[in-house]
């Protein structure tokens, strides 16, 4: 049996190829699987996980299915939070162990094999790490113009939640006069260019004018204090569409992993060193200063530069599209999901 807490979350409505493949799988099995898309809402989980739901559990008549694929999560400090909260509902650590926790953090099973092990600590049962972005199915693709040789902007930097690393860099882009130069969007703090009354309905339309305006993009992605995990999200996906080299606010080893799947970076503009650096206050003061160190290149000096990576942007943006359409098709997404559900499941019954 395949069941679907919290309703009231729509989540990226891919659970519904779970689902299928989880009924298919469970055919004459004596198990229920209890499907949880989860974010930030912690303390609901006692709303949805009733007490006939613990005892199914801790008998091993049921298993958890934990999501958080839609953002990536900090790692320990969440994984603890989670485990918090179901300890409450008087559940153990040996209780969870077949459960299964996917998040969008790469972690110590799929497509990643450097040290990524901070789920597997925590976390008493599987943890998967699923590259959802990677996949494309669904994904959004706006259609960019071309490299050209000069653009009005030297930059863009796009920004939606509130977070400490996003207000260091735009803090400092904003005290050296950097903002002046460059496309700056915060909006949920309301900063906004190019977007008329306030409009963001179709952001895909906005972002166009962004890339078709600005040189290269310095990239603050959702998360950055955390160096046991990967999340590769989106939005360094929207720079490759848009064909504009980038510097990654990011956790460390981020640019390693975009190498492991066959995308080329950006070391003829930056100082790509800082992917490896662990603490957070050196990597960061290192990013600064190869943002200082471009934004007082003269005009010519970074668009010779840029121009120069014109077939590393185009390559990078031809094997995102090829492999947007390749996991578009349904036969190729489905074994992607058969994939994972085969796991859970088997972590279920060892």
Known sequence: ????????????????????????????????????????E??????????????????????????????????????????????????????????TLLTSNMGDEIFWDLDCSVFSKFWPGRHIGIDIYMWGKG?????????????????????NSDKKHKNIVIDHLDKNGYSERGIVTYLSKGRTSFVDDGNLEDMDKFQS????????????????YEQ??????????????????????????T????????????????????DVILNHTDRMNFILKEIDKVMNMSEDELYTKIYNMRYKLEYNYERLQSYIEYMNRDENHNRKVQGIVDKVIQNAYT
């Open 255 to 274: 640019l390693e992993y975009l190498r492991q799947k066959g995308y080329k970076t950006f070391p003829e503009l930056f100082d790509e060193s800082y």
């Open 228 to 253: 046991d995990s990967i999340f590769f999200c989106e939005k360094l996906l929207q720079d490759i569409n848009g064909r504009v080299p980038f510097i990654a606010i990011s956790t460390p080893y």
């Open 139 to 159: 994904w959004r693709s706006g259609h960019y113009s071309a490299f050209s040789s000069h653009k009005p902007y030297k930059f863009i930097c796009l920004n």
């Open 209 to 224: 004018k962004f890339y078709e305006q600005a040189a290269f993009s310095i990239r603050n992605t959702a998360l950055f």
């Open 1 to 40: 049996m395949f069941h679907r807490l919290y309703k009231n979350i729509r989540g990226f409505g891919w659970d519904k190829h779970l689902n299928i493949a989880i009924k298919n799988r469970l055919k004459g099995r004596r198990l229920s699987v209890y499907y949880i898309p989860i974010y930030f």
């Open 42 to 99: 912690f303390e609901e989980l006692k709303k949805e996980i009733t007490p006939d739901v613990v005892r199914e559990v801790k008998n091993q008549r049921a298993i958890f299915l934990f999501d958080y694929t839609g953002e990536g999560c900090d790692g320990a400090i969440w994984t603890i939070g989670l485990l918090h909260q179901l300890y409450e509902l008087g559940l153990e650590e040996k209780d969870l162990k077949k459960s």
